[in-house]
């Protein structure tokens, strides 16, 4: 095994963070908004006067409220796997676990769709998608920022706007959302990652009591992300199974379901940038319902940012064909969880 040293861990830490800032732009996205926004993802979270949850608070805000970033900082030692605050409008700290870093950005719609349809992702905090193509018609889900989603089509609703007919992955199902609060991810965005390189030459490690993921060419590290790898529940151990595994099973957007709600059940839509390593369904992918990585806390997935899975996706093999909606082989990249 090829250890990292504490040095090189802090710094593949370090530019994991300040990609947080870094979001593409092209010329059919509109940015309504140039602030970094972050999205409020518990119930409530309380804005402290420091950035330290002993810190006096100053004000609550409540689930999908959307705040102004304007500064990242470090913390006291508590909680120690994440010390990272969001300063809020310049006044007080949010902790960062429980703030989806955001953008509002609106799209030009496309209907120049294959006949397969299209990957879409979210480039606003959340959008609700609903029954019919029109407003007024009852939400099946809320979407919310870079999830993914499968586009069969650009139509014109009753209402008179562009609205994206959308497939649900997991039940015969489909609904619609506004056409400005989705991109069509470009070709170039689904291309693999270092294609050249032979099958021998990629590894992964998920390094369960690091809470981290290293990615390896020829055993050399290129690049690495904090993980909430699987946890301990009170209905069951579902810890992230140790040993070797392969790549062998990938989708860009997953709905992700199970159990009861009220029971520490799921229920998941457009879960971005899939990438099984277990027949049971464990798998790496984006995530978008908490941002504290650093400590178990899935169902025994590894939890990764949109960006990080997404990395991971488009580098681990097989490649996916950008117009497929995911692909099984005999074979896949190694990852060992250790």
Not at 15 to 41: C, D, H, K, M, Y
Not at 43 to 52: G, Q
């Amino acid at each position: 095994m090829n250890l990292l040293s504490r040095r090189d861990f802090l710094k593949l830490n370090g530019i994991a963070l300040a990609g947080i800032f870094l979001a593409p732009f092209s010329n059919t996205r509109e940015i309504l908004s140039t602030e970094q926004q972050g999205r409020v993802l518990d119930a409530s979270i309380h804005l402290h006067d420091r950035p330290s949850f002993q810190g006096k608070i100053l004000e609550t805000f409540w689930k999908d409220m959307l705040l102004t970033i304007t500064a990242v900082t470090v913390g006291d030692e508590e909680p120690a796997f994440n010390r990272v605050w969001y300063q809020v409008n310049g006044n007080g700290y949010v902790h960062s676990g429980a703030v989806q870093p955001v953008r509002t950005i609106t799209n030009t719609p496309k209907a120049d769709f294959p006949a397969s349809g299209a990957l879409a992702e979210v480039t606003v905090p959340y959008t609700d998608a609903h029954w019919k193509p029109d407003k007024q018609y009852p939400v099946a889900y809320r979407f919310y920022y870079e999830t993914t989603h499968w586009a069969k089509k650009l139509i014109t609703g009753q209402d008179g706007q562009p609205w994206y007919h959308l497939l649900n992955d997991k039940w015969d199902i489909s609904y619609y959302t506004p056409a400005t609060h989705l991109r069509i991810i470009p070709i170039e965005e689904l291309t693999p990652l270092s294609p050249d390189l032979p099958l021998s030459a990629k590894r992964i490690e998920v390094r369960t009591q690091e809470q981290a993921v290293v990615a390896y060419e020829w055993d050399q590290p290129v690049f690495m992300a904090r993980t909430a790898t699987g946890a301990r529940f009170s209905n069951g151990d579902y810890a992230t199974p140790p040993g070797i595994h392969i790549t062998n099973h990938k989708r860009p957007s997953r709905h992700m379901a199970r159990g009861n709600l009220a029971y520490n059940g799921y229920d998941l839509p457009g879960v971005p940038w899939v990438t099984y390593i277990t027949e049971s369904g464990i798998s790496f992918h984006g995530t978008y319902w908490h941002n504290n990585f650093g400590r178990p806390r899935s169902h025994g997935c590894i939890n990764l940012t949109a960006q990080a899975a997404k990395w991971i996706y488009r580098w681990s093999l097989p490649s996916v064909p950008p117009d497929e909606p995911g692909i099984f082989k005999n074979f896949g990249t190694t990852v060992e969880v250790i």
